[in-house]
Each structure stands twice: as C-alpha cells, then as structure tokens.
C-alpha cells in the first residue's frame, strides 16, 4: 500500500525553536510538495521539488523556512526561528511527475508554536 | 480574480440525492482537472481526475469538464452520510508540475 508518510504527526513548540518536519514520498514519485492549510488562508503551496532539485520556493517565507530533499525518499521542511503564525497543518504530497500532475497527500504535521 | 473558484457552501443535500459541486478556473490553457475530498482533520484524498471535455463517471461519482466555458463540476449519485466532507476542486495550467487549488466547497449529507 503505497503512502506518502509524514513525521511528527503532532508537535507543540515553543515561539523561537526550530521545526523540522519530514516527508516520505511515494517510492518512484519524482515530484515532491509542500503545503500548509489553515481555515484563513486555505491550501497555500510552499515549495515543490522534482527529481530532488528544488523548482519553486516562492510561497515560502525565505528567512525562516527551508524545504530540501537530502535524497529521493525523503523531504524535510525547517522553520528556525518559529512563530505563533506559523500554526497551521502541513502536508506534504508525492506526485508521478512525468505526464501526470496527480499529487497524493500525506497525512499532515499538526504545528502549534505557543 | 482567483484563479480557481469554488463556493464555500455549505451545500446540504438529503441522503440518496445527487450533490453538484462546481468550479470555475480562470486560465483558458488549463490542460488537468482534479477533485479531492477533505474530511475534518484529515489529509485531501484524490478521487476524480479529468483531461478531456464531457463527463467521467468513477461509481456513485461523475466530473464533467466544460473547457469553453471554464468549469468542472462532480455529482455524486445517491448521497450517503460519509460522503459529507469539503471537495477541493484542482486544476493544472501548466509551468512544471503545480496544481492550483480551490478553497473548497463544504458538503453535508443530512438523513
């Protein structure tokens, strides 16, 4: 049962720490996605990787996150120093990528910085 | 102007009815069209995806895609309870691989 899996599933910070959360693509996807979704602002995309080189950051805040892909079977998402507006769930999602632009989700990182 | 727009509802339908979600896009050129379902506190899952004008039917569900006019709507036939979730309409307009995503349209399913 193929999955894109997600670690933390919950994490509790406080405003200042690092963040790091990371993403286990579907094996054979080449297209990777960051998303964060509150109830404000709805799906926003953050970054998107393929073939692991990073094609599109501007969603993202530059000073305080950073999205990499160390190799092709996982992705990690930082945020240093982190704010109390940066709550929100963050998803990452798996994509074919080669004449498909299906994007399969994970389950999310429930991020609350206090 | 969003570049896909959905009504946020909520759309209540009664159990057995057909529910009509629909979407409009903004980019004439868009080429791929998706619909996900989001249940509370869970992940969006994709369950139609649709390239070509008319309609594709996948069990109790049905997209439609209406290129000229710029829209894309999903029935579902014979409503069920567990169908109630917020359906996120997905359109690819080309420029590497990113999907633009509706803010969703809000389903209930009342007995």
């Known amino acids: 049962d193929a999955r894109v899996t997600q670690t933390p599933r919950h994490k509790v910070t406080e405003m200042g720490q690092e963040v790091t959360m990371r993403c286990q693509p579907i094996?054979?996807?080449?297209?990777v996605f960051w998303y964060r979704q509150t109830m404000m602002q709805g799906l926003e995309l953050l970054a998107y990787?393929?073939?692991?080189?990073?094609?599109?950051d501007s969603g993202m805040p530059k000073d305080r996150f950073s999205a990499e892909m160390p190799d092709a079977t996982l992705a990690t998402l930082k945020i240093q120093p982190s704010e109390p507006r940066d709550s929100a769930v963050y998803f990452c999602?798996?994509?074919?990528?080669?004449?498909?632009?299906?994007?399969?989700f994970g389950p999310g990182t429930r991020l609350t910085v206090t | 102007q969003k570049e896909v727009e959905q009504n946020s509802g909520p759309l209540s339908v009664p159990e057995g009815a057909i529910a009509s979600l629909n979407c409009t896009y903004s980019?004439?050129?868009?080429?791929?069209f998706f619909w996900y379902r989001q249940y509370s506190g869970k992940s969006p899952e994709l369950i139609m995806s649709?390239?070509?004008?008319g309609d594709k039917e996948d069990g109790r569900f049905t997209a439609q895609l209406n290129k000229a006019s710029q829209y894309v709507s999903l029935l579902i036939r014979d409503s069920q309870p567990s169908d109630s979730a917020t359906y996120l309409c997905?359109?690819?307009?080309?420029?590497?691989?990113?999907?633009?995503f509706g803010t969703g349209t809000q389903l209930k399913v009342e007995l």
């Open positions: 999602a798996s994509g074919p990528g080669v004449n498909s632009y299906e994007q399969y």
């Open positions: 094996l054979g996807h080449n297209t």
């Open positions: 990787f393929r073939n692991r080189a990073p094609l599109d």
């Open positions: 980019d004439r050129g868009s080429q791929s």
């Open positions: 649709i390239y070509s004008n």
């Open positions: 997905a359109v690819f307009t080309g420029g590497g691989n990113k999907l633009t």
